[in-house]
């Protein structure tokens, strides 16, 4: 279990060396209670320069179980049962908060063969297919009386957009309760243990969405 993951400090050296990291960040080894990952012991580490080869995984096309993707996503085989805990989190909380589910989730991309962004002999987790960028949800009408009586406020009962960039910062109004919806997801993710890494607006680059994935480490910055 150790030497599988021998490769840590290698790998969170570099985003404290950056100033990436900062005190307000959680950045440690999963704990016991987390299941290892089939992709733990992967090598991360390449050549800084030149074109880069990513790994042969298994990898599948989802279109969401619980909530589906405004476009199918292409991910390693693995990582889809971590999508579907989010999709079923996420039609939860929006229940809870807006009496119905998202009609669809707003995404940026999952799979895509490139380097880590300021760290060019790592590979990123998006080359192994075993990342997502979110940038929001969007809800349809209410359908039914029950889910227009559940709506929390009159504008809601139309369809809207819920956006990491428009509304997490948001204290006021309906707004304020996007808010809401945005860290209340992201709080019931930590606590599931659902992604290793979770990084929203707090962190460099990512303003505009959230950026989750099962790298052999944790790092939280939201
Ligand atoms: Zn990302």
Redesign the pocket.
């Known amino acids: 279990m150790q030497s599988q993951h021998s490769c840590w400090p290698f790998l969170i050296g570099p985003l404290f060396a950056l100033g990436l990291v900062s005190s307000s960040v959680s950045a440690e080894t999963p704990t016991g209670s987390e299941a290892p990952y089939p992709l733990d012991s992967l090598e991360r580490t390449i050549s800084p320069k030149g074109k880069m080869k990513c790994p042969n995984l298994n990898m599948t096309r989802h279109k969401g179980k619980y909530v589906r993707y405004h476009k199918p996503v292409f991910i390693y085989q693995g990582f889809q049962e971590r999508l579907e805990r989010f999709e079923s989190i996420a039609a939860d909380v929006a229940v809870e908060i807006y009496g119905r589910r998202p009609r669809q989730i707003v995404h940026?991309?999952t799979y895509?063969c490139r380097r880590i962004r300021r760290i060019p002999d790592l590979l990123?987790?998006?080359a192994l297919g075993n990342?997502?960028?979110i940038e929001g949800f969007d809800f349809g009408p209410a359908r039914n009386p029950t889910e227009r009586a559940s709506s929390p406020h009159r504008r809601l009962r139309r369809g809207f957009k819920v956006r990491v960039d428009s509304h997490w910062d948001r204290d006021k109004g309906v707004e304020a309760l996007h808010a809401r919806f945005l860290h209340t997801l992201t709080e019931r993710l930590l606590e599931e243990e659902v992604f290793r890494v979770l990084?929203g607006p707090a962190f460099p680059g990512?303003q505009d969405?959230f950026?989750?994935?099962l790298a052999p480490y944790r790092l939280v910055s939201l």
């Open positions: 940026l991309g895509n990123s987790e998006h990342a997502i960028d990084l990512h969405h950026h989750f994935d």
